[in-house]
C-alpha cells in the first residue's frame, strides 16, 4: 500500500509554485495518498481537489503560534498519514512541533544554499531538528551544505531537484522586443532576477567593458531593483549605454525570455538550481551562468550552456561575445538545453525520487513495528 502523505505549503503563485506541486499531482497519480494543507482560495487548491486530494484550508502563518500547532497536530491524528512533507519555515517549524510523539515520518525541503550552521541555535529548530528524518536537497550543492552541518545521520540529505516539463512551456509566445526600444535583428541577452547582491547583476554590468566595442548586443534587465544609480554609474562609459534597458519587473516575462536569443545569470553565491535559469532551458534560450555550488549542476558547459568562474566580468564577457559571433553556437545550446530538461532535469524523475524516498521512509517504520 503506498503511503498516506499529508504536505503543508503555500500554493498561491502559480508561477512559481508549479514544479512542487505537479510533484504532488503525479504522485497522486502514482497512487501515494496526498493530502495538501494551504491557502484554500489558490487555483492548485483547485486543481488538487479536482485530481481527488483532500485540500485542508490552513497553512500556518506563523512559527510558534499553540493554536497553529494544534490544528497541525490534530490533522495529522485523524489522517492517520506516514509523511507529514513540510515546504516552507513556518510549515516546518510549526510541523515539527505538531509531530511531536507521533508516528509519522516528518520531511523537510531545502533550496537554497548557505544559512545553516551547527552552531546557531535556530537550526534546530528546522533542518538540525532531531525529530526531521529527511531533507529533500533541490541540488547537491544544497545536500553537501547540510551534510557538512550533521554530525550524525548524515543520509537525512537527499537530493532530489524539483525538475521541469517542456509540455508547460508550449504555449508561451515571444514577445515583440521592439516596445523595450530593442531595434529589429539585434541579439538580445536576457537576465531575470531582483537585483541582490547575490545575483551579481554589478559584475554583469562590469562585463560591458570587456566586449568589442560596436557589437549588436542588446542586454534586458528583468526585475526589481535593477535601475539604481549604481547599476546606472557602472556602464556608463562602456559604449553600450544605450544598449542596457532596466523595464524592471514584467508581468509575461516568460514571453520576453522567449524573444531573447540567450539569457545570463551571474550569481555569486547562495543559488540551489534557479527556477528563472530552468525556464529559459525550457524555451530553448541557451543560458550563461556561474559555477557556484547548485546552478553548476544546471548545465553542462559547451552543451547545454556557457558557464564561467563568478566575479570575473572578463570571463562573462568574453563569453556573451561569442554568443554573439557565434549565433550557430547559441542556437546548438538552446536545442542542448531542452534536451537536458528531457534528461536530469524532468519533472518525472522528481516525482520518481520523491516516491522513492517515501516508500523507502515508510519501509523503514514498518521494519521497526515488527
Same mark, same amino acid.
Given at each position: ?31 501515494? =495518498?496526498? !493530502?495538501?494543507?494551504? +491557502?484554500? #482560495?489558490? /487555483?492548485? @487548491?483547485?486543481?488538487? *481537489? ?112 524539483? =525538475?521541469? !516539463?517542456?509540455?508547460? +512551456?508550449? #504555449?508561451? /509566445?515571444? @514577445?515583440?522586443?521592439? *516596445? ?191
Amino acid at each position: 500500500m503506498k503511503p498516506r502523505i499529508l504536505v503543508i505549503s503555500n500554493y498561491n503563485d502559480f508561477h512559481t509554485v508549479r514544479p512542487e506541486a505537479e510533484i504532488l499531482l503525479g504522485l497522486q497519480r502514482r497512487g501515494f =495518498g496526498v !493530502d495538501v494543507m494551504t +491557502y484554500g #482560495g489558490s /487555483e492548485y @487548491a483547485r486543481r488538487f *481537489a479536482e485530481a481527488g486530494m483532500k485540500v485542508i484550508d490552513f497553512h500556518p502563518r506563523h512559527k510558534f503560534d499553540r493554536k497553529e500547532c494544534m490544528r497541525v497536530r490534530l490533522a495529522l491524528k485523524e489522517g492517520a498519514y506516514d509523511i507529514l512533507q513540510l515546504f516552507n519555515s513556518p510549515a516546518s517549524v510549526t510541523g515539527l512541533r505538531a509531530a511531536r510523539g507521533l508516528p509519522v515520518k516528518v520531511v523537510l525541503y531545502r533550496g537554497y544554499t548557505g544559512n545553516i550552521h551547527w552552531y546557531d541555535p535556530t537550526a534546530y529548530l528546522k533542518y538540525l531538528h532531531p525529530r526531521v528524518d529527511a531533507v529533500i536537497c533541490n541540488s547537491l550543492g544544497v545536500e553537501q551544505l547540510l551534510k557538512r552541518q550533521l554530525f550524525f545521520r548524515k543520509e537525512k540529505a537527499v537530493t532530489i531537484n524539483k =525538475g521541469h !516539463d517542456l509540455s508547460w +512551456y508550449a #504555449g508561451t /509566445e515571444p @514577445a515583440d522586443l521592439k *516596445a523595450f526600444g530593442i531595434p529589429e535583428g539585434a541579439f538580445t541577452v536576457a537576465c531575470v532576477a531582483n537585483n541582490r547582491p547575490m545575483k551579481g547583476v554589478p559584475w554583469l554590468l562590469r562585463s560591458l567593458r570587456h566586449l568589442s566595442p560596436g557589437l549588436p548586443l542588446h542586454l534586458l534587465l528583468l526585475g526589481r531593483d535593477m535601475d539604481t544609480p549604481r547599476n546606472r554609474a557602472l556602464i556608463r562609459g562602456s559604449g553600450y549605454e544605450d544598449r542596457v534597458h532596466f523595464p524592471g519587473f514584467v508581468p509575461e516575462v516568460l514571453r520576453v525570455v522567449k524573444a531573447c536569443n540567450a539569457f545570463v545569470l551571474p550569481s555569486l553565491f547562495g543559488e540551489s538550481i534557479t527556477k528563472s535559469v530552468l525556464e529559459a532551458m525550457c524555451l530553448g534560450i541557451p543560458p550563461l551562468i556561474t559555477d557556484i555550488p547548485g546552478n553548476l549542476e544546471l548545465v553542462e558547459e559547451g552543451v547545454s550552456g556557457l558557464v564561467v568562474p563568478p566575479r570575473n566580468p572578463a570571463a562573462l564577457g568574453l563569453a556573451l561575445e561569442r554568443l554573439v559571433r557565434e549565433p550557430q553556437l547559441a542556437e546548438y545550446l538552446g536545442k542542448g538545453a531542452r534536451e537536458r530538461i528531457q534528461g536530469p532535469l524532468n519533472h518525472q524523475r522528481s516525482v520518481s525520487g520523491y516516491a522513492a524516498l517515501y516508500e523507502r521512509l515508510t519501509a523503514l517504520t514498518h521494519r521497526a513495528e515488527r
